[in-house]
């Protein structure tokens, strides 16, 4: 089964800061997922990756996969107290008619001191 | 687009009794969703598929009949832990598959806590 290995598991930077928060796979992945959340609250979508080599960004959060799509990073400019919360990678497993599964990588809980 | 609505949201309960969690998709069909299980500063661990019209299925370790999952439409999945004991005090979540599919993301339910007593 497909593992999902995250670094580091906490992160406490000071604000202004840029931080990088990795996750590699035991197996190829089909899809790359990055979540954010509060402890005890939903998951907020953040960003999917499927292609080797592929990157994105959303305001100063930047996500990206390795060519050989089984390494994950996410990386954090100038962070700011609303970017403290748990961090997690996401597998996906491709099932019949378009679904499959998900699984977790470990999480990074990431403070931001003012 | 693509909202899961999960309730309660919190739920206190006695050792020995069972309670329903509820989870359901707003705004689209779901034939899919997905059961997770969090425990204090830990990830979210998959417990299960939900499958409707069919049943579920569980992760190794997951036990089928202290979890009850039933999919019996499209757009409603309840997860139900039967004879509650303190130990399966913990965060419940479920998600599903929005219609544009997996690589759109996953949407995910608000959470219920469960403490037993």
């Known amino acids: 089964s497909q593992e999902l290995e995250q670094s580091p598991q906490s992160l406490i930077v000071q604000e202004g800061k840029n931080l990088t928060i990795n996750c590699t796979s035991s197996?190829?992945?089909?899809?790359l997922y990055w979540y954010k959340q509060k402890y005890g609250e939903g998951l907020i979508f953040l960003m999917m990756l499927q292609k080797g080599g592929e990157e994105k960004s959303h305001e100063k959060i930047t996500a990206k996969l390795d060519e050989k799509k089984q390494q994950s990073s996410l990386h954090i400019t100038a962070s700011q107290p609303s970017h403290a919360g748990i961090y997690l990678c996401g597998a996906a497993t491709p099932g019949s008619g378009n679904t499959g599964k998900l699984i977790f990588g470990q999480g990074t809980t990431l403070q931001v001191k003012p | 687009g693509a909202v899961v609505s999960q309730h309660p949201s919190r739920v206190i309960c006695k050792s020995g009794t069972s309670v329903k969690i509820e989870c359901r998709s707003l705004d689209f069909q779901a034939t899919t969703m997905f059961w997770y299980r969090q425990f204090p500063k830990q990830s979210l661990m998959l417990m299960a598929t939900s499958n409707e019209g069919s049943k579920a299925t569980y992760e190794q370790g997951v036990e089928k009949d202290k979890f009850l999952i039933n999919h019996a439409s499209l757009t409603l999945s309840t997860l139900t832990v039967t004879s509650a004991h303190p130990e399966d005090s913990s965060f419940y979540i479920c998600?599903?598959?929005?219609?544009?599919?997996?690589?759109?993301?996953?949407?995910f339910g608000s959470g219920t806590r469960l403490t037993v007593v």
């Open positions: 197996k190829t992945l089909y899809g």
């Open positions: 998600s599903a598959v929005p219609p544009q599919g997996i690589y759109r993301g996953y949407t």
